[in-house]
Structures are given as structure tokens and as C-alpha cells.
């Protein structure tokens, strides 16, 4: 079992910045891809960004290109997602998920088999 805590959620301005910490811990991999993903109000959860352990390779949704930056240090089991020039609809409660080191859906809910319990972050316009 891996346990996922996320942490450094809250409530920011249009324009402002964020940054998420994700602690692992159990029966933690550096091997993981890591991921987040966000549930804004009434909608489904959606793919934010995702790295992987070989390479470092990252990934990003096109409405967070360029704004968020996802980042691993494994030696702390911990994953970082920055996010700079936030706007009203970055508001939602994201999660953090580790999954399959080897899946091509990094994007997708199905490639991750542990969940953090959410955090929530709120961008005021």
C-alpha cells in the first residue's frame, strides 16, 4: 500500500501562485509515475499533469501549459506541482496519484492506482 498526502492548497487571486506538495509513504517507488489530477465544483476529475521516473518525462493538459510545473524529488518521496498565473477556473479540489510506471495513459484515472484524499484550492477573480 502507498499512502498519498496532499498538502499547500488554499485560497489564492487571479494571477497569483500555488505551489502542492504530495508526501508518499508505504510501500513507496521512486519507479512511480505520479500524477495530478483536479475535480473542480459539479464536474468529473480530469488529468492536470503527470512525470514519470524514467526520463523525467512530464505531460500537461493544454489549459495548464506554460502556468504549472510538475516536479519529483524521490530521495523525499514527495511530488510538486507549481502553479503560477492561476484563474477562476483552476479552482477545484486536486489530487495527487501514483500509478504504472510503464502505462501510456498517464492521462487517464485508470493508469493510477493509489489517491491522495485531495486538496482544495480556490481562485479568487
Known amino acids: 500500500q502507498v499512502q498519498l498526502v496532499e498538502s499547500g492548497g488554499g485560497l489564492v487571486q487571479a494571477g497569483g501562485s500555488l505551489g502542492l506538495s504530495c508526501a508518499a509513504s508505504?510501500?513507496?517507488?521512486?519507479?512511480?509515475?505520479m500524477g495530478w489530477f483536479r475535480q473542480p465544483p459539479g464536474k468529473e476529475r480530469e488529468f492536470v499533469a503527470a512525470?514519470?521516473?524514467?526520463?523525467?518525462?512530464?505531460y500537461y493538459t493544454d489549459s495548464v501549459k506554460g502556468r504549472f510545473t510538475i516536479s519529483r524529488d524521490n530521495a523525499k518521496n514527495t511530488v510538486y506541482l507549481q502553479m503560477n498565473n492561476v484563474n477562476p477556473e483552476d479552482t477545484a479540489v486536486y489530487y495527487c496519484?501514483?500509478?504504472?510506471?510503464?502505462?501510456?495513459?498517464?492521462?487517464?484515472?485508470?493508469?493510477?492506482?493509489?489517491w491522495g484524499q485531495g486538496t482544495q484550492v480556490t481562485v479568487s477573480s
Open positions: 508505504g510501500r513507496t517507488s521512486s519507479t512511480f509515475t
Open positions: 496519484a501514483a500509478g504504472d510506471p510503464f502505462g501510456t495513459n498517464y492521462h487517464s484515472i485508470n493508469n493510477y492506482a493509489y
Open positions: 512525470i514519470r521516473w524514467i526520463g523525467r518525462n512530464t
